[in-house]
Structures are given as structure tokens and as C-alpha cells.
């Protein structure tokens, strides 16, 4: 936690990425999250963090957070966005509804039918 909360931006300019827990960690930190815009993310972090593509775009948007209060508070309260939708609540609450959704539509199945099909 100390760590995240010595910097006042979390800048991952990764050409790839899956997801890194760094992000995570620092929306639970309200630490604005600075990062490239690569087609993961656009589905899994949406539009909780500032995104950039190059050398030139990084500079400008890290200058902006520097100086411009409105948009460093922006890019804070969206960090947090984030990180309330991937808290654990928020998460088992997603799960819940989709299992409660496919439930229903599920085969039953028999024990002893699948043990025997595996050879157990």
C-alpha cells in the first residue's frame, strides 16, 4: 500500500496486457491511472483511467494531470469507479445474478453417470 500511495499517477504504458493487479490496487488507492490504449482494456476497464498511444500523447495527459485540479479530480473519481466496480461486493453481486441466470437453463446431471463416463 505504501508504495501506491507514493506516486500521485499509476502509468503502466504496456504494449500488452491481461490484467494486471496494479491497476487494481491503485483505483483502491484514488490514484488516477494513466495507461495505453490497447483493445483489452476497452472491455474490462471501460473508461475508468486516461489513455494514451504514444511518447508525445503521454507527456501532454501527465502535464494535464499536473496542473489541471478538475481533471486530475476526473481521472481520480473515475479510478475510484473502478475500483467500486471490481470490489468483492460488486463482483460476487455479477456472479450471483449470472449464475442465478443460468441455473435454470442447466442440464441436470447424474453423478454416477459422469463417474462412470471418466472411469470412476
Known amino acids: 500500500n505504501e508504495i501506491y500511495n507514493l506516486g500521485d499517477v499509476m502509468f503502466l504504458p504496456s504494449f500488452e496486457e491481461l490484467f494486471p493487479m496494479t491497476i487494481l490496487e491503485a483505483m483502491n488507492c484514488r490514484t488516477p491511472i494513466l495507461l495505453r490504449d490497447i483493445d483489452i482494456y476497452k472491455n474490462i476497464l471501460f473508461d475508468f483511467y ?15 494531470l499536473a496542473s489541471d485540479e478538475t481533471f486530475y479530480k476526473m481521472a481520480v473519481d473515475k479510478a475510484w ?8 461486493d460488486h463482483v460476487s453481486q455479477m456472479w450471483d445474478a449470472f449464475y442465478t441466470e443460468i441455473a435454470p437453463k442447466a442440464k ?13
Do not use: D, S, W
Not at 486516461?50 to 494535464?64: H, M, P
Not at 469507479?81 to 468483492?88: K, M, N, S, T, V
Open 81 to 88: 469507479e473502478g475500483h467500486l466496480f471490481y470490489h468483492r
Open 50 to 64: 486516461v489513455k494514451g498511444n504514444n511518447v508525445e500523447e503521454f507527456k501532454i495527459l501527465l502535464e494535464r
Open 108 to 120: 441436470p446431471f447424474k453423478l454416477k453417470a459422469l463417474l462412470n463416463r471418466f472411469g470412476g
